[in-house]
């Protein structure tokens, strides 16, 4: 599977982005699918993941009722919405796809995207 982020860009606080994954070479509906980011400095974390069929979605808590992960299985996509957008936000964001019911942790990815760049202004 290759994946593909897009929609990263420059905002100021408060504002929005919506980040979109599209994968190529295979189905990803069987797959579940996450988003990482990596500030400088900063170790990679898991922002938001969703399992192959959308019945389980995990958030950290720092995102917590700002974004919004979902997918598209007809599309072999999957997005992140992202509101109300903090300057700690600002990092590089990997789109992630690792084998159905696993933990999600970085050792469970097997396809990574290559990244979008999100920077919040203050």
């Known amino acids: 599977v290759q994946l593909q982020a897009s929609g990263g860009g420059l905002v100021q606080a408060g504002g929005s982005l919506r980040l979109s994954c599209a994968a190529s070479?295979?189905?990803?509906?069987?797959?579940?699918m996450g988003w990482f980011r990596q500030a400088p400095g900063k170790e990679r974390e898991l922002v938001a993941a969703?399992?192959?069929?959308?019945?389980?979605?995990y958030y950290t808590d720092s995102v917590k009722g700002r974004f919004t992960i979902s997918r598209d299985n007809a599309k072999n996509a999957m997005y992140l919405q992202m509101n109300r957008l903090k300057p700690e936000d600002t990092a590089v964001y990997y789109c992630?796809?690792?084998?159905?019911?696993?933990?999600?942790?970085?050792?469970?990815?097997?396809?990574w995207g290559q990244g979008t760049l999100v920077t919040v202004s203050s």
């Open positions: 969703i399992s192959w069929d959308t019945i389980n979605r």
């Open positions: 070479g295979r189905t990803i509906s069987t797959t579940d």
């Open positions: 992630a796809a690792a084998p159905r019911g696993s933990a999600f942790a970085i050792t469970d990815v097997n396809y």
